[in-house]
């Protein structure tokens, strides 16, 4: 089974904070995405990448950038968090064409 | 760019009613993914459709691709409690990597 893990469940960060965000999965894809879920506006995705030290930006990269250095790792981060991005993230995974696997989620709340 | 609508966004039957939730694309999608999140989960893939005018099932679920490709279903039969969560519709974006989700339909099944 396809396995996608996120560092934390739940995490509070105070503003300003620089956030770091982890996604594992351990299925050798190529693609991974990270995206952000609020209620009302269904999962925006934030980035994207489709290789190693590659990366596009999604609907709403403001305020994020992100890291590939590793096939199985794609990180999140938030340079310097504010409220406006307290918010799930969800991290997923996929081959070319193939349907996407999702991590467990973020909850992040800022202060 | 490329934008995906859901209808509805909330959804609330008795237990045995038909449920049924549709997706439009502004353009022609190459396919349409369907994913389904349980509350507090994370999404999980459902099916994915490519041929114009497929119609796959999964037990008591129907999916459908329109003759144009613009547009899909999803029609429950017989709802159970179990298939409580919120259902999203996914296309293609033009990177060819990304999705597009629809914002979502919530269903509320009461026993």
Known sequence: DVKVTQSSRYLVKRTGEKVFLECVQDMDHENMFWYRQDPGLGLRLIYFSYDVKMKEKGDIPEGYSVSREKKERFSLILESASTNQTSMYLCASSHDGYEQYFGPGTRLTVT | ?111
């Open chain 2, 1 to 111: 760019g490329q934008q995906v609508m859901q209808i509805p966004q909330y959804q609330h039957v008795q237990e045995g009613e038909d449920f049924t939730t549709y997706c439009n694309s502004s353009t022609t999608l190459s396919n349409i993914q369907w994913y389904k999140q349980r509350p507090g989960g994370h999404p999980v893939f459902l099916i994915q459709l490519v041929k114009s005018g497929e119609v796959k099932k999964q037990k008591r679920l129907t999916f459908q691709f329109g003759e144009a490709k613009k547009n899909s279903s999803l029609h429950i039969t017989a709802t159970q409690t179990t298939d409580v969560g919120t259902y999203f519709c996914a296309g293609l974006s033009n990177s060819g990597y990304a999705l597009n989700f629809g914002k979502g339909t919530s269903l509320l099944v009461t026993p």
